[in-house]
């Protein structure tokens, strides 16, 4: 069964940094891109960005929003993707999810709660 | 970028009733449009993706269609379990862009 679990969510002040790990099974993680969406509370879901396979030169795209500010790398001998985030805002306070493949983007992981407030 | 327009926002439904849901891309997107279900609290399932595959273990019921610009997802005969949000998101190019959101209530 494919899974995909986040952990790393927090809260921390605006300003400051918070790395998201997504860790996937059932499936062989190294031959799939990865992508990173999100869902302010209340509000509607937001595609922030993905990594592509090793065989694609783990290429990445960002979303305006947090281009310059976020990283997605991975370490596919872990089977982990994650999400590096700097100089956080507080509208970056959202569940963020992972999920498997670059246009499929599915099945979703759970999500992890990130909050931003001083 | 790429806007999505979808309709309607809200559909009040009854159980074995067909229903569905609309998106509109304000460009062509081929066939790059993914269909997922959110229920209150928990994350996105994907139900069609490519516009018109059936996701693994998503029920029959579920279809979808269109290419270029207008796509449908269609529930054939409405279950209890389907009251839900569910939303559209084009992968054609980046940014990836969703529509609105359609929540599916009890009539």
């Known amino acids: 069964e494919v899974q995909l679990v986040e952990s790393g969510g927090a809260l921390e002040q605006p300003g400051r940094s918070l790395r998201l790990s997504c860790k996937a099974s059932?499936?062989?993680?190294?031959?799939?891109?990865v992508n990173w969406f999100r869902q302010a509370p209340g509000k509607g879901l937001e595609w922030i960005g993905f990594?592509?396979?090793?065989?694609?030169?783990?290429?990445?795209e960002y979303a305006a929003s947090v281009k310059g500010r976020f990283t997605i790398s991975r370490d596919d001998s872990k089977s982990i993707a994650y999400l590096q985030m700097n100089s956080l805002k507080t509208e970056d306070t959202a569940v963020y999810h992972c999920?498997?493949?670059?246009?499929?983007?599915?099945?979703w992981g759970q999500g992890t709660l990130v909050t931003v407030s001083s | 970028d790429i806007q999505m327009t979808q309709s309607p926002s809200s559909l009040s439904a009854s159980v074995g009733d067909r229903v569905t849901i609309t998106c509109r891309a304000s460009q062509s997107i081929s066939t790059n449009l993914n269909w997922y279900q959110q229920k209150p609290g928990k994350a996105p399932d994907l139900l069609i993706f490519?516009?018109?595959s059936l996701q693994s273990g998503v029920p029959s019921r579920f279809s979808g269609s269109g290419s270029g610009t207008d796509f449908t997802l269609t529930i054939s005969s409405l279950q209890h379990e389907d009251f839900a949000s569910y939303h559209c998101?084009?992968?054609?190019?980046?940014?990836?862009?969703f529509g609105q959101g359609t929540k599916l209530e009890v009539k």
């Open positions: 998101l084009q992968t054609y190019s980046t940014p990836y862009t």
């Open positions: 059932g499936f062989t993680f190294g031959d799939y891109a």
């Open positions: 999920s498997k493949g670059r246009t499929q983007a599915g099945p």
């Open positions: 990594i592509r396979s090793n065989a694609f030169g783990e290429a990445t």
């Open positions: 490519a516009a018109s």
